[in-house]
T-cell receptor
């Protein structure tokens, strides 16, 4: 079945440093979604990427979808303490009839 | 997220007992999902439903059952056949199968 791998599993950064998490799928994806889960909370949708090579920005967050639609990345510039949490990518290889496959997430820990 | 209610927040199960987790949404979404999250892990799909009176097994359906008799409700039963049920259970919904998912606050299930 479809597998979505995400690295790194944990990332410690000093406040103000940049952060990147990478997501790789074993199959070509129709779209990829990114979610953030704060400690003790539930996942919250951040963004969806659909097109090959697509790049989207949300303030300090930059999301990319690979040309082959098998990988994606999330980059945070100048991290802040509010960025703490786990970032998940989730991909779908079908045409909407299948559920999402989530990566295991990257836990972002920020040291002030 | 507003619009999806999971109950109870905490649940304890005795050996050999079936328990049912409730999930209700008032977002008028067609699709609903159940995920299991273990500590430090990603989300694994248990069951999903694209439409009333229809549902599909996810990656880890063994030991679980669901029903979708109403659009707004998607209860999950953890049966005695599920030998390791201790986990955080998350319900989600989306307008259609390929749209972003909105999550409830989750139910933490433990074994007595």
């Amino acid at each position: 079945g479809q597998q979505v791998m995400q690295i790194p599993q944990y990332q410690h950064v000093q406040e103000g440093e940049d952060f990147t998490t990478y997501c790789n799928s074993s199959t070509t994806l129709s779209n990829i979604q990114w979610y953030k889960q704060r400690p003790g909370g539930h996942p919250v949708f951040l963004i969806q990427l659909v097109k090959s090579g697509e790049v989207k920005k949300q303030k300090r967050l930059t999301f990319q979808f690979g040309e082959a639609k098998k990988n994606s990345s999330l980059h945070i510039t100048a991290t802040q303490t509010t960025d703490v949490g786990t970032y998940f990518c989730a991909g779908r290889s079908g045409g909407g009839a299948d559920g999402l496959t989530f990566g295991k997430g990257t836990h972002l820990i920020i040291q002030p | 997220d507003g619009g999806i209610t999971q109950s109870p927040k905490y649940l304890f199960r005795k050996e050999g007992q079936n328990v049912t987790l409730s999930c209700e949404q008032n977002l008028n979404h067609d699709a609903m999902y159940w995920y299991r999250q273990d500590p430090g892990q990603g989300l694994r799909l248990i069951y999903y439903s694209q439409i009333v009176n229809d549902f599909q097994k996810g990656d880890i359906a063994e030991g679980y059952s669901v029903s979708r008799e109403k659009k707004e409700s998607f209860p999950l039963t953890v049966t005695s056949a599920q030998k390791n049920p201790t986990a955080f259970y998350l319900c989600a919904s989306s307008s259609t199968g390929d749209q972003p998912q909105h999550f409830g606050d989750g139910t933490r299930l433990s074994i007595l």
